[in-house]
């Protein structure tokens, strides 16, 4: 049995994947430091929202979509889940998209982390 990740676990590396580093701990939780719209911020990881609010999830998403791959099997699994991803967004609720973003993203650092 597997343990599933928290929404904060979650919602780190989804920040992480939108270029927020770790600033510091703070009394054992960790704040990153995240630039969104044009402002830099420093937040404690249990504040992010990605899992309940589109203004949050969207630009997330806006980046997943134009990533790119040279490897044509890499760029197959993009595409099929772009369009997993997309349909989460537009049928489902927002808890389906975000977990579905967070797989993506995991599997964007897998391939990033294999090519190096």
């Known amino acids: 049995m597997t343990n599933s990740p928290t ?6 590396v989804i920040a992480r994947f ?6 510091e701990y703070v009394d054992g ?6 630039t969104r719209d044009g402002i ?26 134009d ?3 040279d490897d044509e099997g890499a760029e197959s699994k993009h595409a099929e889940l772009k369009t997993k991803i997309g349909h989460a967004i537009l049928y489902a609720r927002i808890s389906i998209a975000h977990g579905d973003l967070y ?4 599997w964007f650092n897998k391939q990033k982390n294999d090519g190096e």
Not at 18 to 23: D, E, H, I, K, W
Not at 29 to 34: K, R, T, W
Not at 50 to 58: A, F, T, V
């Open 18 to 23: 939108m270029g927020a580093t770790l600033f």
């Open 29 to 34: 939780y960790a704040v990153l430091d995240l």
């Open 103 to 106: 797989q993506g993203i995991q």
């Open 7 to 12: 929404i904060s676990e979650m919602n780190e």
């Open 40 to 65: 830099n911020n420093k937040i404690y990881v249990y504040s992010l929202k990605y899992h309940s609010s589109y203004d949050w999830l969207m630009p997330v998403w806006n980046k997943f979509i």
């Open 67 to 69: 990533l790119t791959f």
